[in-house]
């Protein structure tokens, strides 16, 4: 194998310690042989210790085996392909490096050469550098309400959500208080002067009034930067918390900025003649130059331009002339009807042989008012920026890969983790090991377009291993040509909303005394099983369990010893039928089993009398069991939910008529049963 000229292990010190970047030699084991002083620096640690270990240690986990692949191959190879990796630096934190391997003979054998260059600054720089656009698209594609309010409580600047998600003109709603869109502005005060008061950050729950008089509820978060220098007021976010938010369609919505756009452009378009004469002025003349368009078509241009500038422009107007199409850019001085001369740029188009115009087109515009735009967009984009890290939302930047190239204080603090490292991550890694797959189809038809958003809640694992639960709002920005630039996240922190819904649902659907399923469940479940019994003929059996005398049990031991009694029998009852049945606690000391599926009528009676059996044994509350009344039917897909209901309940009456404490099963010689009304009113 021919390596290149051999050299010895002094001479390739020395050329190392010349290197800028970090350089560690390796021999085809993959030990460490030497390192240069830079690489010293980039470890932190002296080149001596690691002579003879292996240098996978400082790889990151989830890149060792792209360099240990790498490795194999470069040992065949004077220059192999460059790989990126993550490599744990002096600080402890992983960089992204890029490295690049070569085989060299040395006195003492071959070795491999590895090359390292720091890439993690250049990302941040590459994010800095579209910082203007990110901040621009935040306001354009956010799909929350953001809005700067002064102290005293006027909205200084909005977002376009409020028109998306309330209907609001933007343009309309600056300058006015923030207080006339709020239903209960009580509380809206109080959380201003709360956040002011030393808090720093109020969170209240508003109604938010729509254009069209509705109202819909809102998160309104408010973070006091009144004393910061450049933003002087307060930071209002809003976020939807109903399943009511009505979506704007894209269309309307770039139809609508076009609109807005095109009535606000500082540019005259005008059409010379041969001779210099205006035939064609556009209406944005008289605002721009102060004369009325009559006035000036049929004048020539040269008559307002600058005597300075006027040797230049007939030069340039007489080159256009001989040369069809567009002409170069220039600048020139023209005279308003004040006397004073604006600073225009014009671009011209020689359409002489176009018969529809038969002219030279001039577009003119105001550079003085775009320097005023210039200047406004840089402020601007310092105040989204001190919004960016205020943000009481996480805000995320990833790029088509999913991998983070910016992130907000309010994300890292959601995760607890550092922001340098974050960059070096994925939405995938902060994923769950079941989420990623789910995470990556989304996030893929986003990209595709097949959607224009998505909205989910989602577990997120946090620094420490712990989970957080999130509402992630994202979108994508493109290209003109519709090419996928990167995606931006809204992320809410949802954890403790998340557990009270699920404590909600849970009490919504179990009797809070017995734990047994309420009688809403019912309903619900006793129809599915006699969906399934007509399909497989497999019957079902509604058993109607009503104690027997359970009013003594109150009046001789209180009421306390009564709930007792019930627990005692919703547990006995669950012990005695199957894990499949439904036990629902229908009302008072009234109980209903649905049992499914059951061989036949003897099954029934023998699981009745298991139930009797069971209530039978004595109760805590005295030495003595439980007396029940049991009515049963079976339903071999002839009846509806209520009236299988309707049918036991008729049975258990029966029981109790011919002196309790026994089952009966329902026949037609009991006659119809009115269906019951099995849900809760």
Known sequence: MNVG?????????????????????????????????????????????????????????????????????????????PIEVRLRAADGSYRLTEVVGGTRATDAGNVVVLTIRDLTQRRMWEVAANRGEIFRTLIEYAAMVVALVTPEGVVESISGGIHRELGHDPTRVVGRPIAEFVRNPSVLAWAFQHARGGAFRATVDVELIGADGDVTPYELTIVDLVDDPIVKGFVVSAFDVSARREARLEAELATDRLARLLDNLSEIVAVIDSSGK??????????????????????????YVHPADSGRVAELFQRALSTPGPAEPFDVRVLHEDGTYHLFEVRASNLLDDPAINGI????????????????????????????????????????????LRVNNEYCRMLGSDPTELLTRSIFDVSLPDDVGPTKQQFDQLLAGDIDRYDIEKPLRRADGSVVWVRILSSVVRDALGNSQYAIGLVSDITEIRALTD????????????????????????????????????????LVIDLDDFKDVNDRHGHLAGDEVLVQVARRLESTVRAGDLVVRYGGDEFVAVLHPIADEQAAISASNRILGALSQPATYADQGISASIGATIVNGDATAGQAVARADRACYEAKRLGKHRFVMYDSSLGDARPAAITEE
């Open 278 to 303: 205006m035939t064609y002025l556009s209406g944005s003349t008289p605002r721009l130059l102060g004369r009325a368009v009559e006035e000036r078509v049929g004048e020539s241009i040269f008559e």
């Open 5 to 81: 000229q051999e050299v010895s292990r002094a001479g390739l010190d020395a050329a190392l310690d010349l290197v800028p970047d970090p350089v560690v030699v390796v021999d085809l084991s993959f030990r460490v042989v030497t390192a240069n002083t830079s690489a010293e620096a980039f470890f932190g640690a002296d080149r001596t210790a690691w002579i003879g270990r292996a240098p996978l240690e400082l790889v990151h986990p989830d890149d060792v085996n792209l360099v240990a692949a790498s490795h194999s191959e470069v040992m065949h190879k004077r220059t192999g392909t």
């Open 361 to 404: 087109v001039l577009c003119s515009r105001d550079l003085s008012d775009r320097k005023h735009i210039e200047a406004a967009l840089r402020d601007a984009e310092v105040r989204f920026e001190h919004v960016f890290e205020n943000a009481a939302v996480g805000i995320t930047i990833v790029d088509p890969t999913g991998a983070f």
């Open 503 to 542: 404590q909600l649902a849970y009490e919504a659907s179990h009797d809070h005394l017995t734990g047994l399923s309420s009688r809403a469940v019912l309903h619900d479940h006793l129809s599915r099983c006699l969906a399934v019994s007509s399909r497989t003929r497999t019957p079902v059996v509604v």
